[in-house]
């Protein structure tokens, strides 16, 4: 089959879009279209001006006999703004308070386009680090795990509450809960990551950290390391808080329980590195 170039373009950003972070050798491109190196060069500098004109990311070129092409997923500042907006407007509504001060964010986290946005933010931050695997703790923080993990292109590991016989042998921790003090376990089994792996966590909501301090003390056991913490909303603290370095969209600053009020702020991306190109 003959392609036409615009056939070649239509279909080559598909794929590029579809595999973010995968080097793809330009013969894979030549030997699809059945078109020389030099047109599909010609083609990969269109769709490369076109990323960066529009937001959409960047193409990264390897030389070399092992080379070839990459695409980043990067979003511009306006867009983080804008989710950030979105985050605040949809989550200040005064029907999301419960009790404790917590918001209800379930029908949020199932939103397919909300978290696909959310997670190329993330993604968009984390681009230049080396990420092997997403970690997070079940349930709410798989929506967001799985999101970011798809314009990274890396695999999602999920810790658990308690052990289930379907996950093989496991690694058990007990850690203390930041905000309720309390003795809390985490479950991973064995075989969702190799010594070695740099991992980002993730998760909804934060107060005090305890539980990303127990995913911290879990990569320790695993023998990986850390390469980010990425979470929706932060809770003002008002206690000590056991992570330091992370990266939030939305900062849950106050709640008003008598006047069923929330007050939310922007998170500390942009001052944590959430940098744009």
Known sequence: MKWKR?????????????????????????????????????????????????????????????????????????????????????????????????????DFLGNPRMMDRIGRVFASAFAETEIDAIMTVATKGISIAHAIARHLNVPVVVVRRDSKVTEGSTVSINYVSGSTRRIQTMVLSKRSMQSGQRVLLTDDFMKAGGTMAGMKNLLDEFGCELAGIAVLVEAEHTEEVLVQDFLSLVKLKAVNEKDRTIELQEGNYFKKGGTME
């Open 6 to 106: 615009s056939e070649r373009l239509v279909d080559m950003t598909r794929h590029l879009l579809e595999n973010p972070h995968l080097l793809i050798p330009l013969t894979y491109f030549s030997d699809r279209y059945q078109a020389a190196k030099s047109s599909i060069s010609e083609d990969l500098t269109i769709v490369k001006e076109t990323f960066e004109e529009n937001g959409t990311g960047k193409l990264v070129t390897v030389s070399g006999a092992a080379g070839g092409v990459k695409y980043i997923p990067k979003v511009t500042e306006s867009e983080v703004r804008e989710v950030m907006a979105m985050l605040k407007e949809n989550l200040g509504r005064s029907d999301r308070l419960l009790p404790g001060g917590y918001l209800y964010m379930t």
